[in-house]
Structure formats: C-alpha cells, structure tokens
C-alpha cells in the first residue's frame, strides 16, 4: 500500500542541526511532487516546504526560508529536510505528505505518521 | 495567526449536521482548491476532501465540501461519536507559494 515513513527526529540543542528522512513505497515516487507539514505541539498545521516531482523547483515557508532545505533522492525514493540553525520554535512533529496528483497545488492527500523534532537546551 | 479563519469550536449531537467555515482571500481559496482534513487525536490528518466536493476513496459521503468565492465550507451530515477530532481547511496560496492552513477546528459530539 501507498506509505510515507519519516525518521531523523530526536532532540537537538538550538543552533544545531537534523537532517530528517521520508522514505516512499507503493507507488511511483518519482511522479510526485512531496511537502513537509509540521505541528506544534498543540498547535495546527503548519506546511514547512516542497519539492517538485523531478526536483526542479522548490518552495519552503517564511518561517524556514534559509535555514531548511527539502532535497529527494528519486533513485532511493526518499525525501530528505536538512535542518540547520534550529530554533526552539522549530520544535514540533514534522510530517511528509504527498500531492494530490502531478501538481503540488491541488492536495495533500497521503501523510506519514510523523517524527518528532525537539529543540531544546 | 493562520492565513485562513476557522471558528476554534464546533458541536453537535449524534445524527445532526454540523458544518464548519473556513475564510480566506483571492490568492489562496478564491484561486485554488481546497482541502478539508480530519485529525483523530494522536493521529496524523486524513485528507477528507478536495477540490472542493471530492472526496477520496473510503471517505464517507456523509462528509461533504462546498466553496464560494474566497470562502469554503466542510458539511458533516449524520453525525457520529467518532467524528470527534479537528478539522483543517488548506489551499495553495499564489502569493506565498505554500500551502496555507487554517487554524483548525475542534468538533465534540455531545
């Protein structure tokens, strides 16, 4: 079946780096753009980034821009968000989520269960 | 402050209709479609519609999505104790380029 398992998380002191994992089965990964979603603990939902499907394009949020970076490896179908100059702020669940379809506009329709990420000195 | 307004709280008793709003602007729901999610505590979101009125497979048609202009609506009829969660609204924004959310609304069944 159509999974997204993420791992990577953990607890890191602010100003530190993480490098988080999404690994994709059960479909054609390479066909597919992929976003990181991020939630606070008890918070929304926040989108934190994407990744267009042959990885020509990238957008990520304000709130990230310059310290996180989204990359894929469609060879390993996996999805990758390095995280540098963490703050407390960042500390939340992060999520991997698939679009909709080809594009990246029309829906998030597949999520991973999450990997925690705690910043914290 | 989430770029698209939910009301924080929503109820309603078994077998009523409960429907929750969700506003924004003309770059983000006036341009694009919407999605609703449902969060089941401790749970990752579950996408419950999209482009407005679609829903993927599996999804009750007791769930239903509607939108006009710069706003959106998510429709649950025959209301179950397990549709207890909070609900999520989200479009692409053209101006951001990202995804926007609301800031969720929390539905208790009474």
């Known amino acids: 079946q159509v999974q997204l398992v993420e791992s990577g998380g953990g607890v890191v002191r602010p100003g530190r780096s993480l490098r988080l994992s999404c690994a994709a089965s059960?479909?054609?990964?390479?066909?597919?753009?992929i976003h990181w979603v991020r939630q606070a603990p008890g918070r929304g939902l926040e989108w934190v980034a994407v990744?267009?499907?042959?990885?020509?394009?990238?957008f990520s949020a304000a709130s990230v821009k310059g310290r996180f970076t989204i990359s894929r490896d469609n060879s390993k179908s996996t999805l990758y968000l390095q995280m540098n100059s963490l703050r407390v702020e960042d500390t939340a669940v992060y999520y991997c989520?698939?679009?909709?379809?080809?594009?990246?506009?029309?829906?998030?329709?597949?999520w991973g269960q999450g990997t925690t990420v705690i910043v914290s000195s | 402050q989430s770029v698209l307004t939910q009301p924080p709280s929503a109820s309603g008793t078994p077998g009523q209709r409960v429907t929750i709003s969700c506003s924004g602007s003309?770059?983000?729901?006036?341009?694009?479609?919407v999605n609703w999610f449902q969060q089941l505590p401790g749970a990752a979101p579950k996408l419950l519609t999209y482009?407005?009125?679609q829903r993927p497979s599996g999804v009750p048609d007791r769930f239903s999505g509607s939108k006009s202009g710069t706003s959106a609506s998510l429709a649950i009829s025959g209301l179950q104790s397990e549709d207890e969660a909070d609900y999520y609204c989200?479009?692409?924004?053209?101006?951001?380029?990202?995804?926007?959310f609301g800031g969720g609304t929390k539905l208790t069944v009474l």
């Open positions: 482009s407005h009125d």
């Open positions: 003309r770059s983000n729901i006036g341009s694009n479609a």
């Open positions: 990744i267009w499907f042959d990885g020509t394009k990238k």
């Open positions: 989200a479009a692409w924004d053209d101006s951001l380029n990202g995804w926007v």
């Open positions: 989520v698939r679009s909709l379809g080809p594009t990246v506009y029309n829906g998030l329709d597949v």
């Open positions: 059960g479909f054609t990964f390479n066909n597919f753009g």
